[in-house]
């Protein structure tokens, strides 16, 4: 069975950090993209981070650039978050979830997600 498990989540003051982690099993995760996103109550999933499956590349969304970092060991299945600074309009549950890109199409498609995990920060 496919599995994505997030875990670290918790509550933190502003300006604290945390390091979320996502252990995947049940597929290749090297052959995978690792992606993070972000959904606050009543409000839009956003994208918060990517990973390449080699780990040679990154790219963040705009409101955490500076501040967040992704990395992975893949000789762990595992891929990882580093949250510093942290800010209140960044609580939100974090997912992590596993990409490819469709060249047909230059389309990434998400093939597996995990169940979350909640990140409050407090002022």
């Known amino acids: 069975q496919v599995h994505l498990v997030e875990s670290g989540g918790g509550l933190v003051q502003a300006g604290g950090s945390l390091r979320l982690s996502c252990a995947a099993s049940?597929?290749?995760?090297?052959?995978?993209?690792m992606d993070w996103f972000r959904q606050a109550p009543g409000k839009e999933r956003s994208f918060v981070g990517a990973?390449?499956?080699?780990?040679?590349?990154?790219g963040y969304g705009r409101s955490v650039k500076g501040r967040f970092t992704i990395f992975r060991d893949n000789s762990k299945n595992t891929v990882y978050l580093q949250m510093n600074s942290l800010k209140p309009d960044d609580t939100a549950v974090y997912y992590c979830?596993?990409?490819?890109?469709?060249?047909?199409?230059?389309?990434?498609?998400?093939?597996?997600w995990g169940q979350g995990t909640q990140v409050t920060v407090s002022s």
């Open positions: 049940g597929f290749s995760f090297k052959s995978f993209s």
């Open positions: 979830a596993a990409s490819r890109v469709t060249y047909s199409t230059n389309e990434r498609q998400y093939d597996y």
């Open positions: 990973i390449s499956w080699s780990g040679g590349s990154t």
